[in-house]
């Protein structure tokens, strides 16, 4: 967290977030499914939803690749302009590439070698507060995990709705 006093419940950690800017990496390669490598720039970008993934321990389990799968179809059902982008901090790539491919995942993942990412943001040790909804200009509209937590993935879409 950014301070000292840690945040009681998932309202302080939200109002916490909300406004700041999110700084991601200008030297990470975008991958895909069906894409090679290549550099980007987030702050071309419209809205997104990123999510920063460790991959210690059981990374396919983290990635909810299904689940997410999901998701963005019912996001793109609201014909709202929304990106999905999965930042992964790992040590070997091919682990995650093989997870890509076999579950078809076909939005862009970035893989990253370092905690710079969770440095520079000044991450949460809790990984509910690693996927973040943001604005054209990196600024966090919502944090939290919408994944397993139904009353987040409502907050997600009601924000989505109300503001983009």
């Known amino acids: 967290m950014t301070n000292s006093k840690?945040?009681?419940?998932?309202?302080?950690?939200?109002?916490?977030?909300i406004g700041k800017s999110l700084i991601i990496p200008k030297d990470i390669d975008r991958q895909s499914l069906f894409n090679t490598k290549n550099?980007?720039?987030?702050?071309?970008?419209?809205?997104?939803?990123i999510e920063?993934?460790?991959?210690?321990?059981?990374?396919?389990?983290?990635?909810?690749?299904?689940?997410?799968?999901f998701r963005i179809r019912e996001i793109n059902?609201?014909?709202?302009?929304?990106?999905f982008y999965f930042i992964i901090n790992a040590?070997?790539?091919?682990v995650i590439k093989s997870i890509f491919q076999k579950e078809r995942f076909e939005y862009p993942y970035f893989l990253?070698?370092?905690t710079i990412f969770v440095k520079t943001n000044k991450l949460s040790k809790n990984?509910?507060?690693?996927?973040?909804l943001i604005d054209h200009n990196n600024r966090i509209l919502l944090i939290g995990y919408p994944i397993a937590n139904l009353k987040m993935w409502e907050l997600y879409k009601e924000t989505i709705l109300a503001i983009l």
């Open 6 to 17: 840690q945040p009681s419940d998932e309202k302080d950690v939200i109002k916490e977030w």
């Open 39 to 49: 550099k980007y720039d987030f702050e071309k970008e419209g809205n997104k939803i």
């Open 52 to 69: 920063y993934i460790d991959s210690t321990g059981c990374t396919e389990c983290k990635l909810s690749l299904q689940k997410w799968k």
């Open 77 to 83: 059902k609201l014909n709202k302009n929304v990106l």
């Open 91 to 94: 040590k070997n790539y091919d």
């Open 112 to 114: 990253i070698m370092r």
């Open 127 to 132: 990984s509910d507060y690693h996927i973040f």
